[in-house]
Nanobody
């Protein structure tokens, strides 16, 4: 059984930074494609970032246009953990952030992801 546990959310002022983490168990982590999504109240869950194993020693990264240049997805395979570093945060980044394990399918489609964490709240004050 694959389990994902997010942590690191909180309250931060606009312009600040925050890093959220997602610890994964139950699967060989290094070959997993991992994504971050977010969901604000009254809105649909939206893609934020994804890291895909290249098949070798590197990983591809994908980002939503709204976070490109501000957010960075990374991973520590020794710790079975994927991170989302969020800089220059804006009030519109306020949401519950979820990590997920991707199967086949497009990185931006939530239906491509088969296992989800419980989410961590990120609130950006103006």
């Amino acid at each position: 059984q694959v389990q994902l546990v997010e942590s690191g959310g909180g309250l931060v002022q606009a312009g600040g930074s925050l890093r959220v983490s997602c610890a994964v168990s139950g699967r060989t982590f290094s070959s997993l494609s991992m994504g971050w999504f977010r969901q604000a109240p009254g809105k649909e869950r939206e893609f934020v970032a994804d890291t895909k194993w290249s098949g070798g020693r590197s990983y591809y990264s994908y980002y939503a246009d709204s976070v490109k240049g501000r957010f960075t997805i990374s991973r520590d395979n020794a710790k079975n953990t994927v991170y989302l570093q969020m800089n220059s945060l804006k009030p519109e980044d306020t949401a519950v952030y979820y990590c997920a394990v991707r199967g086949d399918g497009s990185y931006y489609d939530p239906k491509s992801y088969h296992y989800w964490g419980q989410g961590t709240q990120v609130t950006v004050s103006s």
